[in-house]
């Protein structure tokens, strides 16, 4: 007897050689392929109805995207139709290493040298958070990162921002610098006249306890802003 269609999986192999994301990857780098190949290739098999790619365009669709699937818990991936654990776990392996390779340099303990480089270190992670959470990157005398805390989750603004407590974690790991990093849940980095106020604060309570503030970001969806790039709170 023929294999009953209505059990079938449907699998890359299905397609048209010319469209198998593996083989669009061998032939053009994974540069040349879309994000819904890209999940297509983690996911490897597709559902009834449905084969891995499409399986991978519906699921990015119901996420809004990369940011969206980075940010659903494991269980809750584990339950999307036509998932399941191993699956599930595959994708959330892929995205931890693309986590940890944004943060990976050639040395141990990365350098931090500009706004970029900076944003590099935590754009990735922070870009998807639904709570505005600040987090501090501190820097040795050679400015290279010694652990970035987070320090406060929730509404920010300077009447709540404890400058003992921020600078708290600086003076424990022996900073010479620090820079400071909030997100902006609406995903528009533009700087509050809220996030100046509190930069002009933290600068200042840095030059008295010789901990220099070198620049406060706002992390965005894909963007961000240096309010020291902008002459914002920097005297």
Not at 38 to 44: K, Q
Not at 49 to 60: E, I, M, P, R, V
Not at 156 to 184: K, P
Not at 189 to 194: K, Q
């Amino acid at each position: 007897m023929g294999e009953d269609p209505r059990r079938r999986q449907y699998l890359i192999r299905d397609l048209p050689v010319s469209d198998r994301p593996r083989e669009r990857l061998a032939a053009l780098g994974p540069r040349a392929l879309t994000e819904a190949e890209l999940v297509a290739i983690l996911l490897r098999t597709g559902v009834r109805g449905q084969s891995a790619l499409q399986l991978a365009q519906s699921l990015l669709a119901e996420c809004r995207g990369l940011s969206g699937l980075q940010a659903i818990p494991y269980l809750e991936l584990c339950a999307r139709t036509g998932l399941g654990p191993a699956k599930a776990a595959q994708i959330q392996a892929a995205i931890e290493l693309g986590r940890r390779f944004a943060s990976a340099r050639p040395e141990d303990r990365p350098c931090v040298q500009s706004p970029e480089d900076a944003a590099t270190l935590i754009q990735y992670e922070m870009s998807i958070l639904e709570q505005e959470t600040m987090r501090v990157l501190l820097l040795d005398t050679r400015n290279r990162l010694i652990r970035d805390p987070m320090v406060y989750q929730g509404s920010l603004n300077a009447s709540i921002v404890r400058v003992g407590e921020l600078f708290r974690e600086a003076v424990r790991a022996n900073a010479a610098a620090l820079i400071v990093a909030h997100n902006h849940p609406s995903g528009d980095p533009t700087p509050s006249p809220e996030d100046v106020a509190m930069t002009r604060t933290l600068v200042e309570a840095g030059r008295l306890l010789d901990i220099e503030v070198l620049d406060h970001l706002v992390i965005g969806k894909g963007r961000w802003a240096s309010l020291k790039a902008l002459g914002l709170g920097f005297a």
